[in-house]
């Protein structure tokens, strides 16, 4: 069945509350998501949604839950729509890191920590307000607390980890639940010359036997998002040290309060809440 790209144009800010209000309207189905800036004098950006499902009962939902938007329609036949999503989008700087594709090499600057991505059926470039939230609080509490050994819980494309690997110099451990995201995850590792630091494995949940072996980890990164978050918390607090940190992202400004309720019911204590683009990022410690 071809696949329908559904989109919508908007100023900035406009795409990203309707980004936000799709990714959680459609959080059960995951449909691929992405936000493409057009025109920056002109601030026009470009929200996209792919689909293979009925494109007008999902073009009927997404005007639902954004408020009434115009849908616009493009049918993609044989299209990678990942590699398509990607196309155009700007290097990203977080922090030390800086995320970029292989037609962004000569804009490294020399003490940038560079991360090559390329479109792959995983998602993490360094785009999304979660991940960029997540590079610059990794880059904050590597600095200050030197973990040993770290876990990046739902890797997708591996950034998380290795920004890690490059900042710290230290084992980490990368699962995901999709052994395709796994596949792409030990592509970019390779690429970002890391396989000596990175261990990436499919692992659909804490019952794995690889989290027994490597465990406990002084800090754990897990962009995912707010429900499984709260799920997790007990496992959590088992797998990580006394002492040690979490870093959470994939939670909503309004999701905030209650991610941090269900870790302090499991010992944590809120250490820092950094915002961006409608989402924020947490650091909770143990």
């Known amino acids: 069945m071809p696949q329908t790209r559904l989109y919508v144009t908007a100023s900035r800010d406009e795409a990203n509350r309707i980004y936000a209000a799709l990714e959680f309207a459609f959080e059960e189905e995951g449909y691929p998501l992405a936000v493409v800036e057009l025109d920056e004098d002109r601030d026009i950006h470009e929200v996209s949604l792919y689909t293979e499902d009925d494109a007008d009962l999902v073009a009927q939902r997404m005007r639902e839950a954004a408020g009434g938007i115009a849908i616009e329609r493009e049918v993609l036949p044989d299209v990678d729509w990942v590699a398509r999503s990607l196309e155009g989008l700007k290097p990203v700087r977080a922090g030390r890191f800086f995320v970029h594709g292989s037609h962004d090499r000569d804009k490294r600057r020399i003490g940038d920590l560079a991360i090559e991505i390329e479109a792959g059926l995983a998602f993490g470039t ?42 710290a110099h230290i084992p980490v451990l990368a699962t995901d639940i999709d052994p395709i995201a796994t596949r792409v995850a030990l592509e970019n590792v390779r690429l970002n010359s890391v396989s000596a630091y990175v261990e990436a494995a499919t692992a659909p949940g804490f019952h794995h036997p690889i989290f027994a072996r490597r465990a406990p980890f002084d800090l754990i990164v897990a962009n995912i998002l707010a429900r499984p978050l709260m799920r997790l918390a007990p496992e959590m607090a088992r797998y990580v040290m006394p002492g040690g940190s979490l870093i959470l992202s994939g939670i909503l400004e309004r999701q905030r309060d209650a991610v941090i309720a269900a870790y302090v019911g499991q010992a944590f204590r809120h250490v820092r809440t950094l915002g961006r683009e409608g989402w924020v990022t947490l650091h909770l410690k143990r």
């Open 126 to 167: 360094g785009h999304h307000g979660t991940t960029s939230g997540c590079l610059d609080m990794i880059d904050q509490v590597v600095r200050r607390e030197r973990p040993r050994n770290a876990l990046d819980l739902g890797t997708g494309s591996a950034v998380l980890a290795i920004a890690l690997a490059k900042l």
